[in-house]
């Protein structure tokens, strides 16, 4: 059974940056990207950013167009463990956070999403 762990959410001003990361153990089929939603409040949840599998030997990343040139996800294939690095944070970026194994292309979520972590920007 796959588990996926967020975390490194916080507070921080607008034009600050954070980093998340997601630990996922279990993972059995290389066929399946990784990525980031987020849901803020009263909005529903959206897809963030996704990297296609990171054990294959090309891996490419995906993002949406409000954090394109803000966030930059990557992958540890050792540690089995996804990032997101937010770089200036916005007020609108303010969200719980959630990673998930998505299938590609369609960035539709495999499992059920986790608790997240959350991320409030101030402006």
């Known amino acids: 059974q796959v588990q996926l762990v967020e975390s490194g959410g916080g507070l921080v001003q607008a034009g600050g940056s954070l980093r998340l990361s997601c630990a996922a153990s279990?993972?059995?089929?290389?066929?399946?990207?990784m990525g980031w939603f987020r849901q803020a409040p009263g909005k529903e949840r959206e897809f963030v950013a996704a990297l296609t599998d990171i054990s294959w030997s090309e891996t490419n990343t995906y993002y949406a167009d409000s954090v394109k040139g803000r966030f930059t996800i990557s992958g540890d294939n050792a540690k089995n463990t996804v990032y997101l690095q937010m770089n200036s944070l916005k007020p609108e970026d303010t969200a719980v956070y959630y990673c998930?194994?998505?299938?590609?292309?369609?960035?539709?979520?495999?499992?059920?999403w986790g608790q997240g972590t959350q991320v409030t920007v101030s402006s």
């Open positions: 998930n194994e998505l299938h590609p292309f369609v960035w539709r979520p495999v499992h059920s």
């Open positions: 279990g993972r059995t089929n290389s066929n399946y990207a």
